[in-house]
């Protein structure tokens, strides 16, 4: 408990330390060279400074240093949590193969198709041919390397086992990706049922019932009650439309807001979401296989479980089950037996707390949680698949409610004159 005590203050210190260091960027040179022609470049360090120093170690006089500036239209292509992937299982493989990790960025960055990646690596394999631990020179980067990736990769080192632990990354990269796939595709169905619903109205009350309304005016008659509930809505539109779509803009801007700023805010948003019908059931498996396959790469690696149940905790993707891992570790850190804590919280199923059980007594925590993590990936493909099945019926419901009821609504008036002239 001690070792792991001591551990979690370590990295502390250790991202503490890095946030202090000066930020190293791009800057843009030009000068003469030894035989007096000038020339140009671009040169990465924390200071103008520092560039001009590593052109005169090159035997170029510096005429001109400034900051890169950042292109007017960024046109190039973002590096993606997938991207990252990728590059893992490729720096695995060649790992693997008894290529040097220095040789395997090389090649890696000078291969690959976005050049934001090619510099990601650029950037790596300098810091690390200067000395740095390849675990250090990758913490810049947090927004491609979080935390779990950058301690796991420090495991590696000092176990000497580093093919063995980028191969652990890659395959928990590649299954985190693509659950995060499924669970947005489960989230999209819904959303795309109700902005079709409402466009399909929008358009019909703004387009469509003012035509039948020119025609219902000449008859001089008093129109159904239905009739003119749906006019009076049009004419609401008609008149209103943009305080509509300002109060869309306006309320999707403040939950974004609220959400971006407020951590209660969040956490109400997470409670509330896995109360969904159908969808909270999926959010709940895909929390648990995110624990699960979070917890079984790092305790595989050597990271000791109180870090990894932080981890955990960080990679569940919602608050509830983050309070729950957290609540979790206070208990293991006391002494409590993981399955024993994990029943306290109320939140996870008695078979995943015997299959941890189980691991546990036998000294394979790693694969059961490995087993449990390949049971909740499948049942949540599972349930992702039926929901995709169910909506489409669905979708054509409420489409055809909608549409056939403004429909009805415009035909009233002719089906009663039918009946009066009959």
């Known amino acids: 408990m001690a070792i792991a005590t001591k551990t979690s203050k370590q990295s502390r210190e250790r991202k503490k330390a890095q946030k202090s260091q000066p930020k190293v960027v791009t800057y843009t040179w030009n000068g003469t060279n030894r035989d007096g022609g000038k020339t140009s470049g671009e040169l990465r360090g924390v200071s103008s400074a520092e560039i001009r120093a590593q052109l ?144 399909v109205t929008a358009l019909l009350l703004l387009f469509v019932v003012p035509q039948f309304e020119d025609i219902f005016n000449g008859f001089g008659a008093e129109l159904p009650a239905f009739t003119q509930f749906i006019i009076g809505i049009s004419r609401w539109l008609q008149a209103s439309w943009y305080i509509f779509v300002i109060a869309i803009i306006v309320g999707v801007w403040g939950f974004k807001r609220a959400h971006r700023n407020s951590q209660l805010f969040r956490d109400r948003v997470d409670e509330f979401v896995l109360k969904i019908p159908a969808i909270g059931d999926i959010l709940h498996k895909g929390a648990m296989a995110r624990f699960a396959r979070t917890l079984a790469t790092t305790f595989a690696a050597g990271v000791p479980l109180i870090d990894g149940l932080e981890s955990a905790a960080g990679a569940s993707g919602n608050a509830v089950y983050k309070k729950a891992i957290l609540k979790i570790r206070t208990e293991v850190m006391s002494g409590m037996q993981m399955n024993v804590a994990m029943r306290t919280t109320g939140l996870f199923p008695d078979m995943l707390i015997q299959m941890v059980m189980i691991g546990e007594e036998s000294g394979s925590l790693d694969n059961m949680l490995n087993k449990v993590a390949n049971i909740y990936e499948m049942q949540v493909d599972d349930a992702v698949d039926g929901l995709s099945s169910l909506i489409e019926p669905i979708m054509m419901v409420v489409i055809g409610t909608v549409v056939g009821g403004l429909i009805v609504g415009m035909y009233l008036p002719i089906f009663e004159m039918g009946n009066v002239v009959g």
């Open 56 to 199: 005169k170690a090159q035997g170029v006089i510096p005429k001109g240093v400034r900051k890169k500036s950042p292109p007017l239209f960024k046109s190039e292509k973002k590096i993606k949590p997938m991207d990252i992937a990728m590059v893992t299982r490729q720096i695995a493989t060649m790992l693997a193969a008894g290529v040097p990790i220095v040789t395997t960025l090389e090649l890696l960055g000078k291969g690959h198709e976005k050049p934001k990646m090619r510099e990601l690596l650029a950037t790596i394999v300098n810091d690390v041919q200067s000395g740095i631990p390849l675990s250090e020179a990758l913490r810049p980067h947090r927004l491609y390397f979080d935390d779990l990736y950058v301690d796991l990769v420090g495991a590696g080192e000092h176990s000497g086992s580093l093919d063995q632990v980028f191969d652990r990354i890659a395959t928990y990269r590649e299954k985190s990706e693509a659950l995060k796939s499924k669970i947005k595709k489960a989230m999209f169905y819904p959303a795309a049922v109700v902005v079709v619903a409402v466009l």
